[in-house]
């Protein structure tokens, strides 16, 4: 009996290609809507999948292969009798190979304008169907979703190798194909619905490369994306120059890019391991640098620096005189592009900084299962802020007070952070008590925690952190607040004239 193959695809690749090799290897094929049309334009016999329904396709092409004489061939099993005799019964031949690919729903997510009406007419219905008749029948049917195996299909059909680990290797692609686009289906309507913790949460994710090793080089790891990439994202990045991204190189860039977000005027970050070791905030992107740089030129060394202004020459000059592992940019003029480009292995990476960067959750593994939070994206302004101590801050250390704010937010806990002049002097990071922190990051500033403001990721439990900051010269601070012991903290602020404002709002980051 002549072999017969199902084909129905959206992405139409190379598909007139593989039909004309079933064909030359004596498959009869069957299609539907816009392949059988393709097919046939291209001189390639084809019968349309009513033929063998004699059923027409109706509601728009809705239903078409949602009949018993389609399923019943992908589903019965060739070696089961009480199959085959049912088949025979029902007049049904069965169907060897499926070739099948799904309705564009991430492509047309992501097109602009587009109505809801549009959005779920791509959702698939046949399609998914077809291919999970054929998977499930994989000891029968070779079901082919994605056109880069049409070639070794046909080779292996002209060598007679097209065997069961073949096509059980082919089965698991689909189910991961179908569970990726239910997945993206599902998330929508999560966020229709406005579900934030469902009963259960589905994820699904796209490789972007394989990587060299993880954090170790005794681990694995890949890069993965998300279908659509509508945030800032190291994703959407375009390498201009430099090796291949290792684990830690996304990590760190991640890290720099969410920082990145939070300042409006031109603004430099400089990231170490997945914690800010300087930011500077400036009226040109030179002068931001330059206070990045500035804030810790020793741990700078090796890090990644990302900037929310096009990189010019003297920023790029600058720029290049230090060992740094990546720099992200919007853009980078020409000059600025023959500056660092002197440097083999740098990686320069563009990133248009237009992207929203409210990511609806942040996922985190742990054994077993996954924690699941909304990403932190709180602010405050002056108008937020609540004055704790008699003396009230400057519009300075105001400015000041805002500007660490934002940075203690991206360092881990427990974090301080000191900073002056739009420029942060000293980082305290991932400490196991809060105090330990700030005496970090008041050696990092030395003489410059004079007149400097001090912030802190979460409240003070007792007065001794406000005793190291004053020892230091450090004029004002801000913090969360909430703490039994608040007025030990602000009777201190009050005896050396500081000034402390609450935010009653917290960092943490572990």
């Not at 009996?1 to 004596?26: D, H, P, Q, W, Y």
């Not at 396709?57 to 389609?70: A, Q, S």
């Not at 660490?404 to 002049?421: D, Q």
């Amino acid at each position: 009996m002549r072999k017969r193959a199902l084909i129905s695809v959206s992405n139409k690749e190379n598909i007139t290609e593989f039909a004309k090799g079933l064909l030359e290897l004596g498959y009869e094929i069957i299609s539907t809507g816009g392949t059988l049309r393709s097919l046939l334009a291209a001189n390639i016999e084809a019968k349309a999948v009513d033929e063998v329904t004699g059923f027409p396709e109706i509601m728009d092409g809705r239903v078409k292969t949602l009949h018993p004489l389609i399923h019943g061939a992908l589903l019965a099993k060739r070696f089961n009798s009480e199959h085959i005799k049912q088949m025979e019964e029902n007049n049904i031949s069965p169907i060897d190979m499926v070739v099948v690919n799904l309705y564009p729903f991430k492509e047309t997510l992501g097109k602009p304008g587009v109505s809801k009406e549009e959005i779920i007419e791509n959702i698939d219905i046949g399609g998914p169907t077809m291919l999970r008749s054929a998977a499930k029948n994989f000891e029968d049917v070779t079901v082919i979703v994605d056109p880069t195996d049409y070639e070794g299909i046909l080779t292996a059909i002209r060598t007679e190798t097209l065997n069961i680990e073949t096509r059980k290797r082919l089965a698991a692609k689909v189910f991961r194909h179908t569970a990726h686009y239910d997945a993206m289906i599902a998330n929508y309507f999560m966020e229709e619905t406005n579900e934030t913790f469902p009963e259960t949460y589905t994820v699904t994710y796209e490789k972007v490369q394989d990587l060299r090793y993880g954090e170790n080089p005794h681990q694995e790891a890949a890069f993965y994306k998300a279908p659509v990439v509508n945030t800032l994202s190291l994703a959407a990045a375009t390498q201009l120059h430099g090796k291949e991204l290792s684990y830690n190189n996304i990590q760190d860039a991640n890290a720099a890019l969410e920082i990145l977000a939070d300042y409006e005027d031109p603004a430099a970050v400089a990231v170490k391991h997945m914690n800010p070791c300087g930011i500077g905030v400036a009226d040109t992107l030179s002068v931001a640098f330059n206070r990045a740089y500035g804030a810790d030129p020793i741990s700078i060394f090796g890090g990644i620096v990302a900037l929310n202004r096009e990189v010019d020459s003297p920023t790029a000059e600058k720029l290049s005189e230090i060992f740094l592992e990546i720099i992200i940019a919007p853009s980078f003029s020409e000059k600025a592009l023959e500056i660092l480009t002197r440097k083999k292995n740098i990686r320069l990476l563009e990133l248009p900084m237009s992207g929203n960067n409210s990511v609806n959750h942040k996922l985190t593994s742990v054994n077993g299962g996954v924690l699941i939070q909304s990403q932190d994206n709180g602010k405050i302004s002056k108008e937020d802020l609540t004055v704790a101590t008699k003396r009230k801050p400057t519009e300075q250390e105001l400015e000041d007070l805002l500007f660490a704010w934002k940075a203690v937010k991206h360092v881990k806990s427990n974090a301080i952070v000191l900073a002056k002049g739009k420029q942060t002097i000293g980082v305290g990071a991932g400490q196991m008590n809060r105090v330990g922190a700030a005496k970090i990051a008041i050696e990092q500033a030395g003489e410059k925690a004079k007149g400097a403001v001090m912030s802190s990721d979460a409240f003070f439990p007792m007065p001794d952190t406000v005793e190291e900051a004053i020892k230091a010269g450090v004029t004002a601070i801000i913090q969360p607040g909430g703490s039994k012991r608040d007025q030990d903290s602000i009777d201190v602020c009050d005896e050396h004239g500081i000034a402390m404002v609450y935010t009653s709002m917290r960092h943490f980051k572990h």
